[in-house]
């Protein structure tokens, strides 16, 4: 029974989730701190318990707002199989946000800041704009980009980041929307851009915003931030997303996959600038 009861909680905080956010922070950090993390071990192991903690706060929140469209797309999940109520969700949503608040205060107040701001999203996000289209996919872009932010900010080096986090956040928008347009269809319940401006419409839009991640990849170049190395690898994933601004119009199924592997090629490619 105790067995049980500990599994319905993981199953709530969806571990995999949990530990590829630790790793985007790891992978962050050490981009920021040009592969030297060695002094910061105690910051990032902190900083790991902060990602963790969001993240199921974020997800034990998610499965309490989406409860009654889970009984029919996740049925086993711990809420619609009668392994959880409600209100058992909500409270530990809250109690994950207030622990990851306080765990980040540990590390420094910028690292707070970003962690209160990123809740604060995430509420909004769920509370409000998720039905909403183009809001939605903002906020979702902006906390993909915060966990840039946050292992800038625990080793001191944000600067390093600032141009992975606008790109991964540019490329998150081009990304939704290219998805708000592929499943127009099914978004019977979604006010989303391509229903709003029209899918061409929408997908300029995407596209424009594929075209200024390639131009913020430049940034550590012309700040000679990274190495030539950088260089190299980060031209790839630029021409990839190029390539996904085009496409996007003729299939933009093939678009929105296409842009998830530039952006790994691009995290590549800041790992190997990072190496100084």
Not at 139 to 149: D, E, V
Not at 154 to 177: F, H, K, P, Q, S
Request: hydrophobic share 55%; net charge negative; proline share 3%.
């Amino acid at each position: 029974m105790g067995c049980l009861a500990v599994n319905r909680f993981l199953h709530l905080f969806r571990l995999g989730n949990c530990f590829m956010g630790i790793i985007g922070l790891m992978v962050a950090a050490f981009i920021a701190a040009g592969g030297d993390m060695v002094d910061y071990w105690q910051d990032l192991a902190i900083a790991s318990a902060v990602v963790f903690s969001f993240i199921a706060g974020g997800n034990s929140l998610n499965d309490y707002i989406d409860r009654e469209v889970d009984r029919l797309a996740h049925p086993l999940r711990p809420i619609p199989s009668g392994r959880m109520s409600p209100e058992t969700a909500l409270h530990v949503a809250g109690a994950a946000f207030v622990f990851s608040i306080i765990v980040a205060t540990f590390l420094s107040y910028a690292a707070a800041t970003v962690v209160v701001a990123s809740i604060f999203l995430m509420m909004a996000y769920e509370f409000r704009f998720k039905k909403t289209g183009i809001v939605g996919n903002v906020i979702i872009a902006i906390l993909t980009g915060m966990l840039f932010i946050l292992g800038g900010v625990v080793v001191d080096g944000v600067m390093n980041t600032i141009a992975i986090a606008g790109m991964a956040g540019l490329v998150t928008i081009g990304r939704e929307i290219t998805k708000d347009i592929e499943d127009m269809e099914g978004d019977f319940d979604r006010q989303t851009l391509p229903k709003v401006i029209g899918e061409r419409n929408a997908g300029i839009v995407a596209a424009s915003c594929y075209l200024a991640g390639v131009a913020l990849s430049m940034q550590p170049v012309l700040m000679d931030i990274f190495n030539q190395l950088y260089l190299v690898v980060v031209l790839v994933a630029d021409g990839i997303f190029i390539y996904c601004a085009l496409v996007l119009f003729q299939d933009p199924h093939r678009g929105q996959k296409l842009a998830k592997i530039g952006m790994m090629v691009a995290l590549v490619a800041f790992i190997f600038g990072g190496l100084g």
